[in-house]
């Protein structure tokens, strides 16, 4: 028996990043997994025979955008019509726009408030009630060092890092008797292409090289001058997974090289 054995994980934005390597821990400690995200379904059918058959655990893909509330609800509803259940949930999927607040556009502020903050309560809320009927679960929400404290520039993505640190704290409070958790992960910087993205913006901004706009990007909020890895992050939320994780409810973790110490 592995510690996930007979669990069935679902993890939103798991084609790319965070979510993906959370994705593949979970299968390798023996959890049905069930992916979901953005991406080109030739490479993310690849990711998931990959994954399947190297933790010879069942793998699947569902399709769904979840900046809209009924499609994120829905996954959770395929997810159980698949699986027969949900024992563990990570909200992860999330997006990222940069810019001052009278710069920053309408339609940008909605969907990254309903992609990093809402499709968490719409997923939540469906994943709770099936959960309850079991009375153990494990939810997970991905916020960001950005769920504690704020940078110039990223309204949308703060507010909605700060909201899902408050939804944790609910989700925790509402199912303390349980054996149904809820944490957030609040990582600092972490190599994925959400924040290439912003490394590129960087270095074409100032006229700078990308190894010279990471070490500046990197070097200004995380006294480590280190990523955090996806892969470090993933042995976090196995952690939560595990039996002592049980005793751990509405916290958030930072795992951010010192950000948030400062
Ligand atoms: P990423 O871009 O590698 O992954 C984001 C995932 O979300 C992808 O699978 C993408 O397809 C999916 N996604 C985006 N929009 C979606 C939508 N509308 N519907 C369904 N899926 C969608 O980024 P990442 O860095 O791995 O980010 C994962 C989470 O970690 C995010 O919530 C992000 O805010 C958080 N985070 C990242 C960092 C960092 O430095 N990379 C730091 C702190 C927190």
Redesign the pocket.
């Known amino acids: 028996m592995k510690p996930l054995s007979n669990k069935v994980a679902l993890v ?10 959370m994705a593949r821990a979970f299968a390798h400690a023996g959890a049905e997994v069930v992916m ?4 080109d379904p030739a490479e993310i059918e690849k990711l998931r025979e990959e994954i399947a058959e190297s933790a010879k655990v069942p793998v699947h893909f569902i ?6 509330g009924a ?2 609800q829905m996954l959770v509803k395929q997810t159980i019509a698949i699986c027969k259940r949900v024992d563990i949930l990570v ?6 726009h940069v810019a001052s607040i009278p710069d920053f556009p309408e339609e940008k502020w909605d ?1 990254v408030i ?3 903050l809402s ?1 968490a309560f719409h997923t939540s809320k469906i994943a709770l009630a099936d959960m309850q009927t079991r009375g153990w679960g494990r939810v997970i929400n ?5 769920g504690l404290v704020a940078s110039v520039n990223k309204s949308a ?1 703060v507010a909605a ?1 700060h909201g899902i640190i408050g939804l944790t704290k609910v989700t925790a409070l509402e199912n303390a008797k349980s054996y149904i958790t809820c944490n957030a992960i ?10 290439r993205k912003q490394i590129e913006a960087r270095a074409a901004a100032q006229g700078i090289t990308v190894d010279a706009a990471t070490k500046q990007l990197v070097g200004e909020k995380q006294p480590s001058e280190r ?2 890895t ?1 892969e470090h992050l993933a042995e976090l939320a196995l952690f939560l997974c595990s039996e002592a994780g049980g005793s751990v409810t509405g916290s958030s973790y930072v795992m ?1 090289g010192g950000w948030t110490a400062q």
């Open positions: 939103t934005g798991s084609t790319s990043g965070i979510g993906l390597s979901n995200g953005f991406g399709p769904a955008d979840l900046s809209k499609d994120a909200n992860n999927a999330g997006i990222q969907a309903a992609i990093n499709s991905v916020a960001s060092a950005h993505y890092k609040c990582p600092g910087w972490v190599d994925t292409p959400l924040v990523f955090v996806p951010d």
